[in-house]
């Protein structure tokens, strides 16, 4: 066999894979994951875009009453969370500073202050689920029920089947953030790295 037939019937072999692989990617486009597009009825992607003001406006058919009382509380929510997220970028920062003074004691003291600022998101993110259910009128709670259901699912992060060689995940992937645009930085890496 020579060298240019061998070439021939590689370049073919890679165009066949080629088409494969678009005719795959193109036909796969509806299959739904939790937490992907079309998931929690049209919220993938949507919540991904607008955060999940609408779908929740849209899944608990709130009034234009409901709906201004709801923004107050996303305000509220919003505000708190970037509050708490800037406390931890500030003891992430004073953590990994503190690497350089090898002091234990300050190590976990930090650790510890970041265990409970998280309690606190999780917390406060609580709590605004459970405002908003304090603004749903009675015939409103079972759409509720379905949409706190859905949110456990929603909200987990999914594990990245790839990952890049620092083995963090791409910027936007990580702990969600309802509701909230300021994410805390992740932290500098160690020294020596």
């Known amino acids: 066999m020579t060298k240019t037939k061998l070439l021939s019937i590689a370049v073919i072999g890679l165009l066949l894979l080629n088409i494969a692989m678009v005719a795959f990617l193109y036909f796969s486009k509806g299959t739904k994951r939790p937490g992907s597009k079309g998931d929690m009825q049209k919220g993938g992607l949507e919540m ?22 709801y923004d107050s509380l996303i305000s509220v929510h919003k505000k708190s969370i970037a509050n708490l997220d800037d406390s931890i970028r500030l003891a992430k920062n004073e953590l990994y500073h503190s690497l350089a003074e090898n002091n234990s004691g300050d190590r976990d003291n930090l650790i510890a202050k970041l265990g409970l600022l998280q309690r606190k998101i999780e917390l406060t993110h609580y709590n605004h689920f459970a405002d908003i259910r304090k603004i749903c009128k009675p015939a409103q709670y079972d759409d509720y029920t379905s949409l706190t259901n859905d949110l456990a699912e929603f909200f987990t992060v999914q594990p990245s089947t790839t990952r890049p060689e620092n083995g963090r995940p791409p910027k936007g992937e990580g702990r969600p953030q309802i509701e909230s645009q300021g994410g805390a930085p992740p932290p500098p890496p160690p020294p020596g790295k």
């Open 48 to 69: 991904q875009k607008e955060g999940p003001r609408n779908l929740i406006i849209e899944r608990l058919h709130f009034t234009d009453a409901q709906t201004v009382q």
